[in-house]
């Protein structure tokens, strides 16, 4: 592999076509609602994370390492933001999430996760940055997965602030699953730091010689969703599977997901199991599962005025089927599952709900597509 060719420099990186809101709207009617889908901004490539400006701008990563403005009017300008931020764009790899800080309006910090070249590869890496008119300042590289592989698949790579300032970052297992249960490798795990970069003291595995001390849980294969619940403030989240068993997890520290020594997936083409079957004693269940998979990226909770009888509800993106999959809970139980949108606007990459309430849809294909659902 020769790592020169995957840098990828947002400041020197071509330009797409913007678009303005389109024209085009869809009626849908749910179990709870009637609402339309509407195209605001198309051209984007293989988007795979919005944010929400307080200005009313809306940021979009794009995996090929491009980071974009859509106006509040909804025009995408057409000039990405520059500054230097080195994304190696192989694969499923590229840039990922964009997060704000949770006090973003006093220090101006925006979180990027992208995967990044070094020794032996790639792998998932954790940056911050201010945003100045039309610039990257002030970055800094928070966290490096080690070790770096070839592999350019399952990166993981959704970032999640908790209550108490925590921020969690979710690494896939690197298509080789043993590294998901080594404690010696970030690989396979959500890790938890404090927002500068720094390791919090009561991490699980901090004493354990030999461990990293960044990881909080252990034994996941490609976590791609990840929110944190309304009532209880812990962080949940959704991976693949490999063919079946996606599954939902609320994460709690020290924990073991059982990847891939337990899982309800098979292999692909040959249908055989993986691992030891589906339960073993000191390893997780997960809240929810599906079989067939449906491929999830993207989670929300939903919590606005616009969907009120979607309240508490978890919306999930899924890039198989085109959809968007609505769950009721009660507690930790899935009570209902309700698929919408079906093969309507492409893979839906990521699920964002709106400081106005709207649910925003991010489609990842090589013309994706910014939509809300109204």
């Known amino acids: 592999m020769k790592l020169p060719k995957l840098l990828v ?3 020197v990186l071509g330009t797409a076509t913007s678009s303005a809101v389109a024209a085009e709207s869809k009626l849908f009617k749910s179990e709870k609602h009637t609402f339309h889908v509407v195209t605001l901004v198309g051209g984007l490539s293989h988007p795979w994370a919005a944010a929400f400006l307080p200005d009313r701008r809306i940021l979009v990563t794009e995996r090929p390492g491009r980071l974009r403005i859509v106006s509040k009017d909804f025009k995408l300008d057409p000039q990405p933001i520059g500054g230097a931020l080195p994304v190696a764009a192989v694969g499923q790899g590229g840039l990922l999430d964009v997060v704000l800080h949770p006090q973003y309006a006093k220090n101006g910090w925006l979180y990027l996760a992208y995967s990044g070249p070094g020794a032996g590869g790639t792998g998932t890496e ?7 008119g039309h610039r990257l300042v002030q970055p800094q590289v928070l966290f490096r997965l080690e070790p770096k592989t070839p592999s350019d698949h399952h990166f993981g790579g959704r970032i999640v602030f908790d209550r108490q300032g925590y921020v969690y970052l979710t690494l896939g297992d690197r298509g080789d699953k043993e590294r998901a249960q080594r404690l010696d490798d970030h690989a396979g795990s959500v890790i938890r730091l404090h927002d500068d970069g720094r390791v919090p003291v009561d991490n699980p595995f901090v004493k354990r010689a030999g461990a990293k001390p960044e990881k909080f849980t252990l034994g996941h294969r490609n976590i791609q969703g990840a929110a944190l ?6 962080l949940w989240t959704h991976e693949h599977g490999p063919q079946g068993g996606d599954e939902i997890n609320v994460m709690r520290a020290g924990r073991n997901y059982g990847w891939p020594v337990i899982t309800y997936g098979v292999n692909y083409v040959i249908g055989t199991r993986i691992g030891e079957g589906t339960h073993k004693p000191g390893m997780e269940q997960p809240l929810y599962k599906w079989v ?3 491929a999830p990226s993207g989670m929300a909770f939903y919590e606005g005025d616009k969907f009120p009888n979607w309240r508490g509800n978890m919306l999930v993106g899924a890039l198989r089927d085109e959809m968007l999959v609505r769950l009721e809970l009660n507690g930790e139980k899935v009570l209902k599952e309700e698929r919408l949108i079906k093969n309507t606007i492409g893979r839906i990459r990521d699920v964002r709900v709106g400081p106005d309430g709207y649910v925003y849809l991010l489609t990842d294909e090589a013309n994706g597509v910014l939509a ?3």
Request: glycine fraction near 4%; avoid cysteine; proline fraction near 9%.
């Open 9 to 11: 420099f947002i400041a």
């Open 126 to 132: 954790l940056m911050r940055a201010k945003l100045d």
């Open 229 to 234: 619940h309304p009532v209880t403030g812990e």
């Open 292 to 294: 067939p998979s449906i």
């Open 372 to 374: 809300r659902l109204e």
